[in-house]
């Protein structure tokens, strides 16, 4: 099905965003509320220490970034495959999480970046109203 794309206000996709560049992008609020949700579990999860999620932008692309204070994945190119668990995922969850974001960001013909803790999602920005 096509997309039914609506004005989404990126900070509206999570609680305590911080505000580099107050950005919106045209797409599918849920999906994208479920793919920034993912991240932030993933993140409080497998991760270490404070999660911050950050909202910016350039004026082309708009970005929602999830990072925490640990290493990062062992294994990046990986993580992004259908029922991959990692060595530290202690027996929950199915392994969909981040194959649900990246096909969620590819649907808005956007992508995840990973590097090292931070995750990226990036989508393309429009001026608000879109």
Same mark, same amino acid.
């Given at each position: 099905?096509?997309?039914?794309?609506?004005?989404?206000?990126?900070?509206?996709?999570?609680?305590?965003?911080? @505000? /580099? +560049?107050?950005?919106?992008?045209?797409?599918?609020?849920?999906?994208?509320?479920?793919?920034?949700?993912?991240?932030? %579990?993933?993140?409080?999860?497998?991760?270490?220490? #404070?999660?911050?999620?950050?909202?910016?932008?350039?004026? +082309?692309?708009?970005?929602?970034?999830? /990072?925490? /204070?640990?290493?990062?994945?062992?294994?990046?190119?990986? @993580?992004? *495959?259908?029922?991959? %668990? =990692? &060595?530290?995922? #202690?027996? /929950?969850?199915?392994?969909? =999480?981040?194959? @649900?974001?990246?096909?969620?960001? *590819?649907?808005?013909?956007? %992508?995840?970046?990973?590097?090292?803790?931070?995750?990226?999602?990036?989508?393309?920005?429009?001026?608000? &109203?879109?």
């Amino acid at each position: 099905p096509a997309l039914q794309a609506e004005p989404v206000r990126l900070a509206d996709l999570a609680d305590d965003v911080v @505000i /580099e +560049r107050d950005v919106w992008t045209a797409g599918e609020r849920a999906a994208l509320e479920r793919a920034v949700d993912n991240l932030v %579990r993933n993140a409080h999860k497998h991760g270490e220490g #404070r999660v911050t999620v950050t909202v910016g932008g350039d004026g +082309r692309e708009a970005f929602i970034r999830v /990072e925490d /204070e640990g290493p990062g994945p062992s294994d990046p190119e990986r @993580i992004f *495959e259908r029922f991959h %668990r =990692g &060595p530290q995922a #202690r027996g /929950e969850g199915s392994g969909l =999480g981040l194959a @649900i974001v990246k096909a969620i960001a *590819e649907r808005h013909g956007g %992508r995840v970046e990973v590097d090292g803790p931070r995750f990226t999602l990036v989508v393309k920005e429009c001026e608000a &109203p879109c």
